[in-house]
């Protein structure tokens, strides 16, 4: 099951009550006017540089410094987790960069990560204004393709990026199952709303440490028929 979201930890005790509080207030304006949304984190080059990706053991070429981009662990994205998947029986990846899952692994295969291409689901709740536009785009194939421009507020965690994927979901009564998948974008423009400094908490002449209370996006609406259609919202990665 995806991570949820949980809208009574807004920081540490060490947190101004000020910034706790706008914190709250962002959080319930999502809950209560936002829709629920799987939101995963997509792996770059900043990962796999601190040491929470690394390059994709199925399809990465190092000769050619390339991957594939049908790849059923990355998706194409060329990133996975340091984790491995340790799911019963374990997933394995043979040495033609296909996976199976079994106890018993083919000769050559090695143990699968836990996450390809993006990280951690989070379920959790954004604003997503009904301000979208019709945008006409030519994709790098040559293909005349339509996308959703929109704007839209997020809570101040899980902390959210360009790039990440972000599928609009349906849930039911107790407000945490997912029966169902709706719309998927891609985050683009993120900009994290911050706060600096709080009074006698700042040192003369110092701005402080700034203090994320909120996260502002837009939004391209991920082209139907594409790899990005398969990335999953649960623990089934692949």
């Known amino acids: 099951m995806p991570r949820t979201t949980t809208y009574k930890k807004v920081g540490p005790p060490n947190i101004p009550q000020e910034i706790k509080r706008l ?19 997509m792996y770059s080059i900043e990962d796999l540089n601190s040491g929470v990706a690394q390059k994709c053991p199925a399809c990465y070429s ?21 984790e491995l998947n340790e799911a ?20 050559g295969a090695i143990q699968a990560p836990r996450y390809g291409g993006f990280g951690v689901p989070y379920l959790t709740w954004l604003v997503e204004p009904d301000v979208a536009v019709d945008v006409f785009r030519i994709t790098d194939q040559g293909v005349m393709t339509q996308q959703y421009d929109s704007q839209g507020f997020a809570p101040w965690t899980p902390t ?16 945490f199952t997912i029966e169902g998948e709706l719309d998927r974008f891609q985050l683009k423009k993120v900009q994290q709303v911050t706060i600096r400094g709080f009074g006698r908490r700042t040192k003369p002449g110092s701005l402080g440490q700034p203090l994320l ?18 990335v999953p919202v649960d623990a089934s990665w692949y």
């Open 62 to 82: 190092d000769s050619y410094d390339h991957v594939r981009g049908d790849c059923p662990v990355c998706y194409g994205m060329g990133f996975a987790s340091v």
């Open 23 to 41: 914190r709250r207030e962002n959080m319930d304006l999502c809950r209560r006017m936002g829709q629920p949304v799987i939101v995963r984190h």
């Open 88 to 107: 019963d029986p374990l997933l394995w990846i043979t040495t033609q960069g296909t996976v199976v899952q079994t106890s018993s692994p083919p000769a």
């Open 160 to 175: 959210v990026g360009d790039n990440d994927l972000c599928i609009n979901v349906t849930l039911a009564k107790d407000g």
């Open 213 to 230: 209370v909120a996260q502002t996006f837009e939004m391209n609406k991920v082209p139907s028929n594409t790899i990005l259609e398969t």
